[in-house]
Structures are given as structure tokens and as C-alpha cells.
């Protein structure tokens, strides 16, 4: 357990540091609960220090029972992990009128929580307040679907109607549509926004069904100028839902109202989803969000390190970008990690906290240049001999342009390094290709969905 450091002034230093590590262990909490359960059950929840325990004050005896029961164990691992240390947690209900709780069973866990600033509220489903387009971090991986989200929000149902943003798990799908509500209520305060996951709107159907309710549940999404829908790989195989939601995409974008859907894959390659759905969201814009690169996890992590007014060493952040995962996701709880276990401690995020944090988490990543060289050469045809050689025809100059952008982003191997293993080289000849490729991707969709190819491939050996 932590135990409180009485200081000069009478404050509890242990019990700051215990409600600091709860606001700290948020990000962590949403990633390992998922953003419906997080907003539903974590974000109404208040905290506070009483008497040396930890107090979870929520709304109602059913919302305790439920946070209990569900949530509780999760809570309790989450911190002890980030703490280094078992903490005493008491989950209880505000109490209407004196103000006093009533507690529930005791349970061993965690921190308190940070009051949330107030979000723009949509009218269906809820926006959460820090995913917005000025703290979302752009890059190669993401321009094409960062812009076209921002023309979107500027003319809902003008542009882009539907938009199908699509890429792997934690790569910034959710905090690009809830930018869009943000900024479509921020020019339009009136605007009747739905932003919600697939499994929201099925179990919301599925209660209308049950209720006799279809005319209500129709009028109700029917009637808002942005449907915004996360996750739709999950209305798969459901035809009754599927059924439902053609109906209400058809009434929607005939009504000029704009829609937008995520996946963690493109329409095509979404079993179980009917044709007449699959055409009608390839009839809009797609936009691929991909891994960030070495340049952007970098960027990423000073954004966030930042936002905490917390500065990273060079040697830090190398640490984070080499074992802390592709993903913004995997990346946020690393340094969430670190800046709990520096708190708990009371120092910096030095190397040896920033080590601790990513532990069993780290990522070693095993990918060579040579490897690169092996896969490229295989698909242009051309000899490994050919890619390390200084000719300059376009079937050799090409592939060694790729090769040496994969070798950066993938292998994450110095430009000094690559220049060295592709025939000795000037490190600047190798940052030329690698910036000439991203530019291409950015501006090609086949160079972009081959350079995909190459990127799954390559860390799936």
C-alpha cells in the first residue's frame, strides 16, 4: 500500500500522489475497458481522498453494484501496475442532500479521477472532450484521412458523403470522428449530432424491436444532420440490424445529411456485410489510416508527454519509440506507464523508470535491412545486388527508393546504417528517397497501398 508522507503543511504527499496516479491511469483504463464501457462507467465516476482511502462516489446504488461487479477487478490491476504497490478502494454512492456516501463492499484498487472538462454534447451518444483535431498528431501514415475528416466537419453532407475511415486498432479512428463532432458542433451549436459505436446502435434497435418501438428508434436517427458510426465490421452477420441501418443510410444521404463510418478493415474485406451496404460505403471517400512512423510515434509522444507539462529526454523518447508498440494506443499507455511509476517514485521519467514501465510490454523489434532488401528485391524482380548497386534505371532506382523508406520506417535503421548496407552510400541520398516515398504515398494510393503490403508482411515474420 502507499503509505501517506505527512509534510510540513499537514497534506497527505502519498494520498496526492495516489489521486494523481487515477487521473495518470484513465488513458489506460479506456484502452483495456474499450471507449463504450469507459465513457458509460469510468468518466461519471468522482474521486476522493476520505479519511486515507480512496472513495469512488457514483451516482446510484445499481451503478455501484455494476462498477463492482464488472469493473472493479480491471480498476484494481490497472493501478497496482502503474503503482508498484496495492492501494485500499471503496466504491460508494453520493448520498442526495448531506452530501455523505454510501459505501459499498471494500475492494483493493486505485486513484482518483481529475473532473473532466466539459464537452460539446451530441445528441446521440457522447463525445469525449481531448479528441479533437488540434491535439490529434499528422504524419505520412494519416494526412489523407486528417484532411478529408476536416473538410468533412467544414461542410457535413457536402463533401466526402460518406466518409469510410478504415485501419488497424489504435491508430486514431476514434479520436478523427470525434474531432468531427467537435468541430460540426463547434460552427453549428444547434447541429443534431449521433456519434456511437455499431454495437450501440444494434442494442438500441434491438431494445426497440422488444418495446414496439420502431418508429421512435426511426425518427430518432433519422432526424440528425451527422450519423457518426465507429466499428461497423460488427454489423456483420446481423441482418436485422443491417437491414435496419441500409434504411437509414438511404434516408440520411438522400437528405444530404453527412455519415460517417470506421472499420478495422475495408468494406471489401468485411465478411458477412451485404453487397447493397458494401457499395454504399465504397460510394463515399475512403481514407486508410496506417501504423505511424518512427518520425510521428516521436512526434506523438512529445504531444502527450507535453500535454502533461512533462519533458522527455532524447534517450527517453528513442526507449519509447523502439519497444513501445505501432500503435498511438500502445504508445499512450507506455508513457502513461512511465509518468505514473515517476510520480509514485517521485523523480523524472528517467531511462530506468521509462525501462520499468515498458517491462513485459516492450517490443523488441527484429526486422533487418537485409530482410528489406530480401522482400523487395522478390517483388520488383530485381537482385538484392541490383538494389545495393548505383544504377540509376527507374526498375532498379525505384525499388531501392522503397527499400530504403522500409528499411527506415520498419527496420527503424539510422539513415548512416542504411546508407552503409545499400552500397555505401551518403546518408543524405538515403533521406532523399525515404522523403521522396512519403510524398508519393501521400499522394498515390497504389504506391500507399503497396507500401501497406510490405509494412504487414514485414512485421508479421
Not at 470522428?177 to 444494434?202: D, K, P, Q, T, Y
Not at 458510426?229 to 453527412?258: C, I, M, P, S
Amino acid at each position: 500500500m502507499l503509505e501517506p508522507v505527512e509534510t510540513a503543511n499537514g497534506s497527505h504527499e502519498g494520498w496526492a500522489r495516489m489521486e494523481a496516479l487515477w487521473s495518470t491511469a484513465l488513458p489506460a483504463l479506456r484502452q483495456h475497458m474499450g471507449e463504450r464501457n469507459f465513457a458509460a462507467w469510468i468518466e461519471p465516476i468522482t474521486c476522493r481522498m476520505v479519511d486515507g482511502e480512496l472513495r469512488l462516489e457514483v451516482p446510484s446504488r445499481f451503478f455501484q453494484s455494476w462498477v463492482t461487479r464488472h469493473f472493479l477487478p480491471t480498476i484494481h490491476d490497472t493501478l497496482s501496475s502503474l503503482a508498484g504497490a496495492p492501494c485500499t478502494v471503496r466504491v460508494v454512492v453520493a448520498a442526495e442532500g448531506n452530501g455523505v456516501p454510501r459505501p459499498a463492499p471494500d475492494a483493493p484498487a486505485p486513484e482518483p479521477t481529475v473532473p473532466a472538462r466539459p464537452a460539446r454534447v451530441a445528441n446521440i451518444g457522447r463525445l469525449i472532450p481531448s479528441y479533437t483535431f488540434e491535439s490529434f498528431v499528422v504524419g505520412p501514415s494519416n494526412d489523407v484521412a486528417f484532411r478529408t475528416a476536416q473538410a468533412v466537419s467544414e461542410a457535413p453532407g457536402v463533401r466526402y458523403n460518406p466518409m469510410f475511415l478504415h485501419g488497424g486498432v489504435g491508430l486514431g479512428k476514434t479520436h478523427l470522428i470525434n474531432a468531427i463532432g467537435h468541430e460540426i458542433l463547434r460552427r453549428r451549436a444547434r447541429a443534431r449530432v449521433a456519434v456511437l459505436s455499431s454495437e450501440s446502435f444494434m442494442n438500441t434497435l434491438i431494445a426497440a424491436l422488444r418495446k414496439d418501438q420502431m418508429n421512435a428508434f426511426r425518427e430518432k436517427f433519422r432526424q440528425v444532420d451527422a450519423l457518426i458510426l465507429d466499428d461497423v465490421q460488427f454489423l456483420a452477420g446481423k441482418e436485422r440490424t443491417q437491414e435496419e441501418f441500409f434504411h437509414t443510410f438511404n434516408a440520411l444521404h438522400e437528405a444530404q445529411k453527412q455519415i460517417v463510418l470506421t472499420s478495422d478493415k475495408a468494406p471489401a474485406d468485411i465478411r458477412g456485410l451485404e453487397q447493397r451496404l458494401r457499395s454504399r460505403f465504397e460510394g463515399g471517400l475512403m481514407a486508410e489510416i496506417h501504423p505511424p512512423t518512427r518520425e510521428m510515434r516521436a512526434a506523438i509522444l512529445r504531444a502527450k508527454s507535453r500535454a502533461q507539462q512533462v519533458e522527455l529526454s532524447d534517450q527517453v523518447l528513442e526507449l519509447f519509440v523502439q519497444r513501445g508498440g505501432n500503435s498511438v494506443r500502445e504508445l499512450e499507455g507506455a508513457l502513461n506507464r512511465a509518468l505514473a511509476l515517476a510520480l509514485v517514485r517521485g523523480t523524472g521519467v528517467t531511462t530506468e523508470v521509462a525501462l520499468a514501465a515498458l517491462g513485459p510490454y516492450a517490443r523488441v523489434r527484429s526486422v533487418s535491412v537485409e530482410t528489406v532488401q530480401e522482400m523487395v528485391s522478390d517483388r520488383f524482380g530485381v537482385t538484392i545486388a541490383d538494389l545495393v548497386s548505383h544504377r540509376r534505371e527507374r526498375e532498379v532506382s525505384y525499388p531501392r527508393q522503397i527499400a530504403m523508406y522500409l528499411s527506415r520506417t520498419v527496420a527503424e535503421a539510422s539513415f548512416p546504417t542504411i546508407a552503409e548496407k545499400f552500397g555505401g552510400r551518403d546518408h543524405t541520398t538515403v533521406m532523399y528517397a525515404v522523403k521522396t516515398i512519403e510524398t508519393r504515398r501521400a499522394r498515390d494510393l497504389g504506391v500507399d497501398q503497396l507500401l501497406s503490403g510490405f509494412e504487414g508482411a514485414l512485421r508479421d515474420r
